[in-house]
Structure formats: structure tokens, C-alpha cells
């Protein structure tokens, strides 16, 4: 078993600086259905998984399954078109780089599409920090947790990492419930899908820059 700290990064709206992306794909896929446009205030104040559930929220009900179809799809043909504009969080680069360098290791999980997301982290040159990435395979919508339990099994027997001095940095009160499930610790940071407020209800230490989430994922995982 290794006995280094390891990191388990989120993607989108944590090391991936997306929000502007995400914004506009969600009022595409709500204009759909004659939805009214939302701001990104609103979004961070209810978004949550699963996506269904954050659609019942503004709908007063959980969308059909024809209806989830359409607007899932009209998210990701719009995200797609969106995140062209986007890049990393500030700093990320530079933190990763320095995590790698000081012998720790770190992976990528995300309810990205895998095949959408290998190319993109390759795109940034960031790839070599990482001895694993995974997005999602399967149908969108569900939770983190399950992918969670299968990725940290992956890293444990291809690396010896072990879930105790695991920690998973995201933006998301999803990244907490996933972590928790396998015996990681989490760190959730505010400049993603979901406000402080949202965030500091979960339990677990909430930060306003990936630089604290990474001095506390040290802490944590000491």
C-alpha cells in the first residue's frame, strides 16, 4: 500500500474553469423547453445532482424522459461550443506541477464523458501529472459515488493507494458524498458549480482557491 498523499481532482468547474460554458449550455437545453434563462447566481444556488433533480427544482417537477433526453443532449452539443473559450483555474497548473514534484500522487475523476475528457486534460499538457483519468462511461445524470468506489479500486490495485490518505477536491457537494462513500476525506472549493453557502452545509472544509485546497488535502491526508 503507498503511503503518499493522493489527490483526486474534479474536472469541471474545479481544475476546468468552465462556469461560463456550463451557464450557457444550461439556458440552451432550458430554451428547449420554454424555459427562462438563468444566471450564474441562480445555477450555484441550486444546482445539484443528479441533473434531473436540479431540472425539478426550477421546473416544479422532474422533467419526462423525453424531455431529459432533449435537454441532455442540447447541453452537450452547446457545452461543446462553449468550452472552447475556457481554460484551466487559475493556478492549477502550477499546483499540479508542484504536487507531482513533491513525490505525491494524483488522478482525475469526472462525470465528464471519458472520451471527451482524456483529449481535453491532454490538450492542456497537463496530462503526465496524473496516474489515472477517468470520465464517465454510461448514461449522464447519475451520481459520483459509484464511479467513486470503482476509481479509487482501479487506483488501489494498479498504485497501493489507500482511501485513508486519499482526498477528493471538488466543487460539488457530490465530490464530499463520493469521497465519504470509500473512506476518503474531501475538500470542496467555491469557484465551481456551487455557492459557499451550498457548499459549507456538507461538512467538510470549503475553500475559495485551489491553492487552500491543496494545502488542505496536505493537512488532511497527513
Known amino acids: 500500500m503507498q503511503t503518499g498523499a493522493h489527490i483526486v481532482w474534479d474536472w469541471n468547474g474545479t481544475l476546468f474553469h468552465d462556469n461560463d460554458a456550463i451557464i450557457g449550455a444550461t439556458n440552451a437545453a432550458f430554451a428547449e423547453l420554454g424555459l427562462a434563462p438563468i444566471t450564474l447566481e441562480q445555477y450555484r444556488a441550486l444546482?445539484?445532482?443528479?441533473?434531473?433533480?436540479?431540472?425539478?427544482?426550477?421546473?416544479g417537477r422532474l422533467p419526462s424522459d423525453a424531455e431529459w433526453e432533449v435537454m441532455d443532449a442540447t447541453f452537450h452539443r452547446h457545452y461543446i461550443e462553449?468550452?472552447?473559450?475556457?481554460?484551466?483555474?487559475?493556478g492549477a497548473a502550477e499546483l499540479l506541477a508542484g504536487w507531482r514534484s513533491a513525490g505525491r500522487s494524483q488522478s482525475i475523476l469526472s462525470m465528464y464523458g471519458h472520451d471527451e475528457l482524456v483529449p481535453l486534460v491532454k490538450g492542456f499538457g497537463i496530462e503526465s501529472h496524473f496516474i489515472r483519468v477517468d470520465g464517465r462511461t454510461g448514461p449522464s445524470g447519475g451520481s459520483k459515488a459509484e464511479h467513486m468506489v470503482r476509481h479509487i479500486a482501479e487506483l488501489a490495485e494498479s498504485a497501493g493507494i489507500d482511501p485513508a490518505r486519499t482526498v477528493v477536491i471538488g466543487d460539488a457537494a457530490d465530490d464530499a458524498v463520493a469521497a465519504g462513500h470509500v473512506g476518503?476525506?474531501?475538500v470542496l472549493y467555491t469557484g465551481g458549480s456551487h455557492s459557499r453557502a451550498s457548499l459549507e452545509g456538507v461538512g467538510v472544509p470549503v475553500v475559495d482557491t485551489l491553492g487552500e485546497a491543496v494545502a488542505?488535502?496536505?493537512r488532511l491526508a497527513a
Open 216 to 218: 488542505e488535502a496536505e
Open 47 to 59: 444546482y445539484c445532482v443528479p441533473v434531473p433533480k436540479f431540472y425539478e427544482r426550477l421546473m
Open 184 to 186: 476518503a476525506r474531501a
Open 82 to 90: 462553449h468550452r472552447v473559450r475556457c481554460g484551466l483555474a487559475e
